[in-house]
């Protein structure tokens, strides 16, 4: 999926977050819960840019997501990093 999409389908941010969301409730995680959060703010973010809340006049060119899916995507690893060690803490406690 392109992070291109995000800019005119912010729900799709939600989406993630909900995702990550879920991944922080069953394995209780900082890292997960960072992710979900950055990504419900990103959502936030976006629809403000899309209803041109945040932006005076030309809201088409977006450097700021030269900073901004970096750092989405750094946190999303790290988040999904966190809760695959989560799980498998999870399931070798169970054993």
């Known amino acids: 999926m392109s992070l291109a999409l995000f800019p005119e389908y912010p729900f799709l941010a939600f989406l ?6 879920g991944l922080y ?3 209780r995680r900082r890292a997960v819960l960072l992710a979900a ?3 419900l703010f990103y959502g936030c973010y976006e629809y403000g840019m899309k209803f041109r809340l945040l932006c005076s006049g030309e809201c088409n060119i977006r450097v700021d997501l030269l ?3 970096p750092a989405l995507l750094a946190v999303s690893l790290v988040g999904v990093a966190g809760a695959f060690a989560g799980l498998r803490n999870r399931s070798t ?3």
């Not at 993630?16 to 969301?21: D, G, I, K, L, R």
Request: aromatic share 22%; hydrophobic share 65%; charged share 15%.
């Open 16 to 21: 993630v977050a909900a995702v990550f969301w």
């Open 25 to 27: 409730r069953a394995v």
């Open 37 to 39: 959060s950055l990504w």
């Open 67 to 69: 900073l901004i899916y």
């Open 93 to 95: 406690d169970g054993k």
